[in-house]
């Protein structure tokens, strides 16, 4: 009998709105009013940084919110210095691994804004133990949330300029903004002057999500909650976070599409551009027909790729085809299905043939699609001197009956 995908339950996915921005303790605070253990993750928060927390209900605007206070003393901490203090935090070991993680990515940007190495490095551009405690909270508390997905939609940023360590300079300071221009964060700015977004926040949002969409993912919410800043606005200053269900069984795949016009190019060109994008990494390639100014005949080359792959594919196409540039789509994502290979074995004749399938199915087991390998298919039809639909007609029928009601 074959093996069907085992059942995966409704995912549990928490949504990040960071319509006023979102700093770490803004984070904290709206994962805590989610229903994150106030007392484990302030005990956590304590125990990892030199620090006192305070947790605070408040309103904002007239928005109740949850807010968290880390009373400690700024001073600069080295990189060295700081990695030690996460690694002797008796926490477990996937929120240290977290931590640390979140910590590098706010390493790798200071050291990038500031030209040093990140052996060499002292943090500045945040408060060191303040840091340590918003960034091991929030860990903790999205450990404590059982959450298999998380997204956020765009980020405002603020406006105007901010104080630094190397004098005012515009809105997003310098760490956040190389932050969010290695890790492809949707942003915003506004909705006032001033920094709404922190290094920390940006760090841990890049960190959990990975990616921002302009809209909510598709589930239905079941709890919300607000994490509150420590400025007032004539808005509310909070971080709305939601967590919700979603049953659509289907995995969330993040991508890019590039395209580009092209008028000039053989079909040749075109062929050998298709194979040389699958072999940089593309995910799929589309060539289209369209006609373009004064009437000419041309083609719109469309690519879907991972981001990071993105810059790679883009220099490939102005090589091969001499185009001028690529437009690069936000980031976007598309809904995938589960997929493996299985074996089926169907009996023409008097004889006995074994072929592999692709099977598709849904993140519950369920199967969505079955189809036969058409280089197995095509051996086979030729060896039987049969067609070759009927090779996979059949293979595709038992593969159904085997696989479809399991």
């Not at 765009?154 to 310098?174: D, Y």
């Not at 800043?229 to 909070?238: A, E, K, M, Q």
């Not at 289209?288 to 009437?295: D, M």
């Not at 039987?384 to 029928?397: A, C, G, T, Y």
Request: with cysteine; net charge negative.
């Amino acid at each position: 009998m074959a093996k069907t995908a085992p059942f995966v339950p409704i995912m549990t996915i928490l949504t990040f709105q960071p319509f006023s921005g979102a700093s770490g303790d803004m984070i904290v605070g709206s994962l805590i009013d989610l229903g994150a253990d106030a007392s484990v993750v302030r005990e956590r928060m304590e125990a990892a940084a030199d620090a006192e927390v305070e947790i605070l209900e408040v309103k904002k605007s007239g928005i109740r919110a949850t807010r968290v206070k880390v009373v400690t003393e700024e001073r600069p901490l080295a990189y060295r210095k700081l990695t030690d203090v996460l690694q002797s935090c008796e926490m477990s070991p996937p929120i240290v691994a977290d931590a640390t993680a979140i910590f590098e990515i706010i390493a790798d940007a200071e050291a990038a804004v500031h030209g040093v190495q990140k052996e060499e490095l002292v943090f500045h551009e945040v408060g060191a133990h303040d840091a340590i405690a918003d960034v091991v909270g929030a860990c903790t508390a999205v450990s404590l949330l059982h959450v298999d997905s998380i997204f956020t939609t765009p980020i405002f940023v603020g406006g105007g300029s901010v104080e630094t360590h190397h004098g005012l300079l515009p809105v997003p300071a310098p760490v956040t903004a190389a932050i969010l221009a290695k890790h492809r964060l949707i942003t915003r700015g506004g909705p006032v002057e001033g920094e709404l977004l922190t290094p920390t926040g940006a760090a841990i949002l890049a960190f959990l999500t990975g990616t921002s969409d302009v809209f909510l993912p598709q589930m239905i919410i079941e709890r919300v909650g607000y994490g509150a800043g420590s400025r007032d606005f004539y808005h509310p200053n909070v971080l709305r976070a939601t967590l919700g269900q979603s049953d659509e069984g289907l995995l969330r795949d993040d991508v890019q599409v590039l395209e580009t016009n092209v008028d000039d190019v053989t079909g040749e060109v075109l062929g050998n551009l298709i194979e040389r994008l699958f072999e940089t990494g593309a995910l799929d390639v589309a060539i289209i027909p369209t006609t373009g100014k004064k009437s000419r005949t041309g083609h719109i080359i469309q690519v879907i790729a991972r981001p990071a792959d993105s810059h790679q594919l883009a220099k490939k196409i102005i090589e091969e085809t001499g185009s001028l540039g690529v437009r690069i789509m936000p980031t976007r994502h598309r809904l995938i299905a589960l997929r493996r290979s299985e074996s089926v074995t169907v009996r023409i004749g008097s004889e006995s043939h074994t072929i592999h399938v692709k099977v598709a199915t849904d993140q519950h087991g369920n199967v969505l699609n079955v189809a036969a390998e058409f280089d197995e298919a095509t051996e086979l039809a030729k060896r039987l001197s049969i067609p070759v639909k009927h090779v996979i007609r059949m293979v595709e029928e038992e593969a159904w009956a085997r696989l479809g009601s399991s």
